[in-house]
């Protein structure tokens, strides 16, 4: 069987192995505690952007999650002051006007993939988002599940501000799906900026926290969340996701099925147990 592995570790985690805790991040700052995993954009000096080396980690960590039981939820953040610039001018965007179509494509297909990762992973990801979320930024803080902001935080789909369509990373799918398709239109044609309160207004946000503690509600959420029926909430995702393309009956059949499973589980039968006892159910996510 061929083994995939992580950039940077290739004796520390072939795609076999489940833990993830004590993961070592080459281009993301990467934590572990208590079922929470808290990646952290690490490069405050310049906002955070996006290099090709840190896309290629987010891909490859997000797909490791799909095997990681030892993480039940997952925390996205940047370092300092700011979320993500985006890719980075420099390090991305001038080396991208000397690429042939293939080579433009195979990396618009690359970043692509870490969205598609990020959606496939059956943990909830939250967002924890300050100052600048912008262009690639915008698109993983678009593609948690969750996200809480400040009021400060600016959040720009500035693509056509580049010469480019708003039609990338999965924006157009995903951003009307979460603001609406009116909203959504003039945020893509415009690339202007989204402030954190109009941000929760449109259901960008789920709430709105301090700079000081955006974070920290973030990663409560998260413990919240990954102390609960963690089997369960990877099929609320999958269904969440799985369901855009179904119509209502076959949606209505898919959760039959989904939920029919969930209920041959142990923490189904343990929030049984505990509910007859009077108690609150330890759920341990089998």
């Given at each position: 069987?061929?083994q995939r592995?992580?950039?940077?570790?290739?004796?520390q985690?072939?795609?076999?192995?489940?833990?993830l805790?004590?993961?070592?991040?080459?281009?993301?700052?990467?934590?572990?505690?208590?079922?929470?995993?808290?990646i952290?954009l690490?490069?405050?000096e310049?906002?955070?952007?996006?290099?090709?080396?840190s896309?290629?980690e987010?891909?490859?960590?997000?797909?490791a999650?799909?095997d990681a039981?030892?993480?039940?939820?997952?925390v996205?953040?940047?370092?300092?002051d700011?979320?993500?610039?985006?890719?980075?001018?420099?390090?991305?965007?001038?080396?991208?006007?000397?690429?042939?179509m293939?080579?433009?494509?195979s990396f618009?297909r690359?970043?692509g993939?870490?969205i598609?990762?990020?959606?496939a992973c059956p943990?909830p990801?939250?967002?924890?988002?300050?100052?600048?979320?912008?262009?690639?930024?915008?698109?993983?803080a678009?593609?948690?599940?969750?996200?809480y902001?400040?009021e400060?935080s600016?959040t720009?789909?500035?693509?056509?501000?580049?010469?480019?369509a708003g039609?990338?990373?999965g924006?157009?799918?995903l951003l009307p799906?979460?603001?609406?398709?009116?909203r959504a239109?003039?945020?893509l044609?415009s690339?202007?900026?989204l402030?954190?309160?109009e941000?929760?207004?449109?259901?960008?946000?789920n709430?709105?926290?301090?700079?000081?503690?955006?974070?920290?509600q973030a990663?409560?959420?998260?413990?919240?969340?990954a102390s609960g029926?963690?089997?369960?909430?990877?099929?609320t995702?999958?269904?969440?996701q799985?369901?855009?393309?179904?119509?209502?009956?076959e949606?209505?059949?898919?959760?039959?099925?989904?939920?029919?499973i969930?209920?041959?589980?142990?923490d189904?039968?343990?929030?049984?147990h505990?509910?007859?006892?009077?108690?609150?159910p330890?759920f341990e996510?089998?």
């Amino acid at each position: 069987m061929s083994q995939r592995y992580l950039p940077g570790q290739p004796h520390q985690l072939p795609r076999h192995r489940k833990g993830l805790a004590h993961y070592q991040g080459q281009h993301v700052l990467f934590t572990f505690k208590e079922g929470v995993a808290t990646i952290a954009l690490n490069r405050p000096e310049r906002k955070n952007p996006l290099s090709f080396e840190s896309y290629a980690e987010l891909r490859d960590l997000f797909r490791a999650m799909c095997d990681a039981d030892d993480v039940h939820a997952i925390v996205m953040t940047g370092a300092g002051d700011n979320f993500c610039s985006g890719g980075d001018v420099h390090e991305i965007i001038g080396p991208l006007t000397q690429l042939d179509m293939p080579g433009l494509l195979s990396f618009t297909r690359m970043t692509g993939d870490v969205i598609k990762a990020m959606r496939a992973c059956p943990q909830p990801i939250i967002a924890a988002i300050d100052g600048i979320c912008a262009g690639a930024g915008a698109l993983l803080a678009l593609a948690s599940d969750l996200r809480y902001g400040t009021e400060r935080s600016k959040t720009y789909f500035l693509f056509n501000k580049v010469g480019l369509a708003g039609c990338d990373m999965g924006a157009c799918a995903l951003l009307p799906r979460v603001i609406g398709q009116g909203r959504a239109s003039e945020l893509l044609y415009s690339g202007r900026g989204l402030q954190g309160g109009e941000a929760e207004r449109w259901g960008f946000y789920n709430r709105l926290c301090t700079p000081e503690d955006v974070l920290a509600q973030a990663q409560a959420m998260a413990h919240e969340l990954a102390s609960g029926p963690t089997f369960a909430n990877g099929m609320t995702k999958k269904m969440l996701q799985q369901e855009w393309n179904m119509g209502v009956d076959e949606a209505i059949e898919a959760e039959a099925q989904a939920q029919a499973i969930c209920m041959m589980t142990n923490d189904f039968h343990r929030a049984y147990h505990a509910f007859v006892a009077k108690q609150k159910p330890e759920f341990e996510g089998d």
